[in-house]
């Protein structure tokens, strides 16, 4: 059975919430605007009317148009109102600033960067490209029409020359620069990883008549270098190859018209076609079908299928540019990959990226010695195997050896990177923008160019869709990108939309239509995710999520940081309103694998966000606070520690008494340990008690903390005095029951900690009736909190049963492979064998054990779980007189499941000293000793193990003990002393464990 998980948070009404700008309309205007050759810029909030100014030029070349209206947009978010205000503003001549933003000249890189400062936003190299795009687009102008000047001739309008140019007037036929052949020169030196496709492609080439070939994928893919590699098969088999451009409907009419001429169609038959009074598809499929030789033919870079499609139809219906032909194959590449699109004489076949070593073998290809090839695989998976991106770090390594970056790199910083880890590290500094650097500078400035490069490919997507009236896909894109680069739960975005209209304010259709298109333009994937697995009873649950390359995410990321800062606030709280969602989830065990997927979307958000959006960083520590609740009831200890560091981290530019930051700096102070938790503790209490008093919430809590770091560091009575102030607080407000148990069961654990066994037993009953007059339903962590409780007053039964509860609610939440339920079984096993039914314990431990090794998804991918196993196990053999038993299964484990592991990892530390344990207990000091000197020898060859060296000291000092070396204990035993001066608890435990060793070894001394 499947199904779809609902998350089941309710809606969030957010009537006082700050409702943020339309972003629609205010960062896509553009591309509605360029549609028209009119400058509609809406006002912004606080001024009446926007930029007025005089209309952009409509007969100024495309490029020229597309920099002009991106500038009036800047300005016009930026307040200016006019061309004398922009000019006094940035000390420009208005006729300058009237031209860049009219599109009559091409402004110069410096006017575009100094209108750039003025508006605050960085002049970056996606605008760079922009302003060489159109000075290049003025220079095609001004030259066109020296050539129509110097000729004298005349040319009607609206005829295009066998070069391509379209003429609007007077003027001479240009010599013919238009070019089918297929561009074999962008051939890589090989191509990698593409055997089975083009394998494919060969037999449909070979066997004519078949349908038409569209690859289909993200912008980078290798698309064009796939269907290159395929024209050079066909060309070395003696077919004719025609390679022509769908880039706009122009680029594809005149490549369809040089076609024509080379199947020998007649002049006057191209003319008659060509003027509109004749079908000129129909012309050249004629020709294409009674060709005598067979040929291919490439549609390049169709993106917008409209543009192939005859009037009136569509590109799928064989009446347009693109048919099938007995006499040939057409193959198309494009970002479109639907097959309703393409139509059924078509055949759909997705290029996606490489392997990872088949994206090591095309670093290497283009970079040459580089490093190892362990290096570029780790750097092929850094770049997500996009072949575009492989070409680029490649070229760029290679030109650091041909002189690039010789004086010092980009930034100032050092010399230049010239291997795949210095690339992988520089990658890590820079992000994407590195990439580019790979593109050599100068040439065309055109479409060819840009889409070789990560910065601009996936914004001629985005660009496409605005054109189509969504331009809701580029906000959805960026807002996207303010989260992790993992599976997206669809239901999240839904919920969103749904409860926050204001993030699509033309409805939710409009958010619906633009996420399909992005899936077929490949910028987003739809993929069904499995969080709930019973293998018993074949019980699944899916999360249907979008995911998106990195690279993808990262270049919209970098578009967000260098929007005007309007706009960013405004996306960045749009974003906000998303992750708001995530809030809503429930942190009880049938969520909990929801919550895996979400963690790392709350983490990247947390550490994206910019800090001077208070409102918006508040938003998403908020959504991170809940997440660590679920991190603390599932025990994931390690990830629990990581966001709440990230928590304090990020909150420290708020208000120190900021209500949040005192939630974080509470669950901070449960993960330090000893002296330091108490004084942080005790810090936050008094600064709480003084700012909100005793009885407020806030206060109480940070007390119960400060009780809690007090038991831990062995001051039981002071813990008890806070405890119960806590607990009579909390008696005295309205509804408090889950934090009521929390006190409550710390207050029984530091009565039995004292030795009151009446007073422990009073209070325990009293927490079982406070855990029963709970809210509705049973809750895992409460019920966590009480049984250590229960177990710690020896009421047994009564703590054997929440464990009971407990594990039965984690299988019904099919999650027995987390943290929690390990711990619960080892818990349950204690319980029993204190109950005097230590068989049924090891049972229990060794069924578990048995599972879990049989498990495929737990061997080798969760050591410590497999670890922690079988300790709980050696402490019931050690008590069961099984000694040996469990020397053998420990030595079993060591050379088995951990041998491939370094011989300092913390795994193999701690089963060391679980057998040096072992054989202390059977008498054998001197193995024990032996086993010691190995793990020493270890350790002193590495740093920063993560093993704390007071505990082999420990063991080093029961060793010397266990011989009868008492004076070399007490020293050992001193060291360690002072190696956990930190920590009273620690201290006063190893004082006392040492004190039988000191006597004896001060009566020999005295003898």
């Not at 980009?410 to 690339?423: A, R």
């Not at 969504?470 to 989260?483: G, I, K, Q, Y």
């Not at 599932?634 to 928590?647: P, R, T, Y």
């Not at 190893?990 to 004896?1000: D, F, I």
Request: glycine content about 8%; charged content about 25%.
């Amino acid at each position: 059975m499947s199904g779809r998980v609902r998350f089941g948070h309710p809606g969030v009404s957010g009537d006082d919430a700050r409702r943020p700008r339309t972003l629609v309309g205010e960062e896509h205007g553009v591309e509605e605007r360029m549609k028209t050759g009119r400058d509609k810029a809406a006002p912004t909030a606080g001024r009446s009317a926007g930029l007025a100014l005089a209309s952009v030029d409509p007969d100024a070349p495309e490029e020229m148009r597309k920099l002009a209206l991106r500038l009036r947009q800047l300005l016009d978010s930026a307040g200016f109102t006019g061309v004398r205000e922009i000019a006094s503003a940035c000390d420009l001549g208005r006729t300058t600033v009237s031209d860049a933003l009219s599109g009559t000249r091409a402004p110069t890189w410096p006017t575009v960067a100094t209108l750039l400062r003025l508006c605050r936003v960085a002049p970056d190299s996606a605008w760079k490209l922009d302003q060489e795009a159109a000075k290049s687009a003025e220079q095609d102008r001004k030259s066109n029409r020296r050539t129509v000047r110097s000729s004298g001739g005349t040319m009607r309008a609206g005829t295009t020359t066998d070069s391509g140019t379209t003429h609007h007037g007077h003027g001479a036929v240009l010599p013919g620069t238009f070019s089918v052949r297929a561009p074999y020169g962008e051939l890589p030196p090989r191509v990698r990883g593409r055997d089975t496709l083009l394998a494919a492609l060969e037999r449909e080439l070979i066997r004519r008549s078949g349908p038409v070939q569209v690859l289909h994928g993200l912008g980078g893919s290798g698309k064009t270098t796939v269907a290159l590699q395929l024209a050079r098969f066909a060309h070395d088999r003696n077919y004719r190859v025609y390679w022509v451009s769908a880039s706009t409907r122009d680029s594809l009419a005149t490549g369809m018209r040089q076609v024509a001429r080379e199947l020998r169609v007649s002049e006057q038959e191209v003319e008659v076609a060509w003027s509109g009074r004749a079908s000129a598809t129909d012309l050249v499929w004629r020709a294409l079908d009674d060709a005598d030789q067979p040929w291919l033919l490439v549609v390049d870079n169709a993106d917008e299928p409209s543009v192939a499609a005859a009037d009136g139809g569509t590109v799928g219906d064989s009446t347009g540019w693109i048919r099938s032909s007995p006499a040939g194959l057409t193959l198309v590449t494009t970002r479109t990959g639907s097959s309703l699109v393409w139509g059924s004489e078509a055949e759909c076949r997705s290029v996606d990226v490489l392997a990872p070593d088949d994206g090591a073998a095309v670093l290497v290809d283009f970079a040459g010695d580089a490093g190892s090839l362990a290096d570029a695989r780790a750097l092929s998976q850094r770049l997500g195997g996009l072949p575009l991106a492989l070409r680029l770090a490649g070229s760029y390594l290679a030109r650091t050896r041909r002189g690039f970056g010789l004086l010092s790199r980009p930034d100032g910083e050092g010399g230049p990177v010239q291997d795949f880890v210095g690339y992988g590290l520089e990658l890590e500094r820079l992000g994407a923008e590195l990439l580019d650097r790979g593109e050599p500078d100068g040439g065309s400035a055109g479409e060819r160019r840009l889409r070789r490069l990560v910065s601009r490919t996936w914004e001629m997507s985005l660009d496409l869709l605005a054109g189509q009236g969504l331009p809701e896909a580029r906000v959805l894109m960026r807002l996207l990108s303010c989260f992790g680069h993992a599976p997206f739960p669809v239901e999240v975005l839904g919920r969103a939309v749904e409860n926050r209209p204001e993030l699509f304010p033309e409805g939710a259709e409009r958010c619906e239509a633009a996420l399909e298109a992005l899936v077929d333009l490949s910028l987003l994937t739809v993929e069904d995710v499995t969080v709930m697995v019973d293998h018993a009873a074949s019980v699944h649950g899916v999360v249907p999520c979008l995911t998106a390359h990195p690279l993808v995410l990262q270049t919209n990321a970098q578009q967000m940081r260098t929007a005007p800062e309007g706009m960013r606030a405004d996306l960045w709280r749009n974003a906000s309103l998303i992750a708001e969602q995530l809030s809503q989830v429930s942190d009880a065990p049938d969520m909990w694998k929801v919550w895996q997927l979400l963690v790392p979307h709350i983490t990247a958000g947390i550490t994206a966000v910019p800090r001077q959006y208070e409102e918006t960083l508040v938003t998403f520590l908020g959504v991170g606070l809940a997440a660590q609740h679920y991190t603390a009831s599932s025990n994931n200890h390690d990830l629990h520690k990581e966001l709440v560091a990230l928590l304090v981290e990020s909150s420290r530019t708020l208000p120190r008494g900021h209500l949040l930051r005192v939630a974080i700096r509470r669950a901070h102070n449960q993960t330090l340990k000893g002296s330091e938790q108490v004084r942080a503790a005790c810090e936050l209490f008094e600064e709480l008690h003084e700012q909100l008093g005793l009885d407020h919430l806030e206060t109480i809590l940070a007390r119960l903390g400060w009780a809690r770091a007090l038991l831990a560091c062995g001051d039981p009575s002071e813990a008890e005095r806070e405890l119960r102030a806590a607990v009579d607080a909390m008696l005295r407000m309205p509804h408090v029951p889950g934090h009521l148990v929390v006190a409550q069961a710390d207050l029984v654990k530091t009565l039995a900690a004292q030795g009151k066994p009446e007073e422990t037993a009073d209070e325990a009953r009293i927490l079982l009736t406070t855990l029963s007059a709970g809210e509705a339903g049973f809750n895992v962590a409460l019920a966590h909190h009480a049984a250590h409780a229960l177990d710690s007053a020896a009421l047994l039964p009564e703590a054997e049963e929440l464990y009971r509860r407990i594990l039965a609610a984690l299988e019904e939440a099919a999650e027995k492979r987390s943290p929690l339920y390990r711990d619960m079984v080892r818990h349950l096993a204690k319980n029993l064998v204190r109950q005097g039914r230590s068989r049924e314990g090891m049972d229990l431990l060794g069924e578990f054990l048995a599972q879990h090794r049989a498990d495929p998804h737990s061997v080798g991918a969760h050591v410590t779980a497999l670890v922690s196993l079988y300790h709980a196990r050696v402490d019931l053999q050690i008590e069961l007189g099984e000694a040996d038993r469990a020397e053998a299964e420990l030595r079993a484990l060591l050379y088995g499941d951990l041998d491939g592991l370094d011989s300092a990892a913390p795994a193999v530390v701690q089963t060391r000293h679980a057998l040096v344990r072992v054989l202390l207990t059977l008498d054998r000091p001197d193995a024990a000793e032996h086993e010691l000197d190995v793990l020493d020898a270890a350790l002193a060859s590495r740093a920063n193990t993560g093993a704390p060296l007071w505990t082999s000291r420990l063991w080093r000092a029961r060793c010397h003990c266990a011989r009868g070396r008492c004076a070399d204990a007490v020293t050992v035993y001193d060291e360690v002393i002072g190696d956990v001066s930190d920590d009273p608890a620690l201290v006063r435990a190893v004082t006392e464990e040492s004190a039988e060793c000191r006597l004896v070894a001060r009566g020999g001394a005295g003898a």
